[in-house]
């Protein structure tokens, strides 16, 4: 059995920092800790992408990788970002969180033996610090 690691962006840079982890990881002969096959020839990685715009994460989920992010773990949170305000991060309304948590959740019980889950975040700003400390502290 394989451990498994499920990879969490969260916010602008969170979100590019775990593309290009992916990435790079795609190309290692060993990659099933980070992706499942989805169908026969197409991996998925095994990330949730989380902003408060949709510019970030519509960028990578469109770009021309030899896999493809779940449709159903990326989560935009708004129209507009939260303005480098930690604030405007931390507060982000409990039911959006709930479907995030839930979809965590799946993850984990897809894998075979979880090892850990890998957050991507900014350490200062908005929706990366404020956002990844409140679903950190859920995580608990």
Not at 87 to 96: F, L, R
Request: net charge negative; glycine share 10%.
């Amino acid at each position: 059995q394989n451990m498994s690691t499920i990879c969490i962006g969260i916010g602008q840079c969170g979100v590019s920092c775990t593309d290009a982890l992916l990435q790079r990881l795609s190309l290692e002969e060993e990659n099933d800790y980070f992706y499942y096959l989805q169908s026969e020839k197409k991996q998925s990685p095994r990330a949730i992408l989380i902003d408060t715009e949709p510019k970030a994460i519509s960028k990578h989920i469109c770009s021309s990788h030899s896999w493809s992010y779940d449709p159903r773990n990326t989560f935009i949170l708004g129209q507009s970002g939260a303005g480098n305000n930690w604030g405007c991060g931390y507060n982000i309304g409990n039911e959006k969180k709930t479907g995030i948590l839930e979809s965590v959740q799946h993850e984990a019980e897809k894998c075979d033996q979880l090892e850990c889950l890998s957050i991507q975040q900014s350490a200062a700003g908005g929706t990366g610090s404020g956002l990844g400390t409140s679903l950190t502290e859920d995580f608990r």
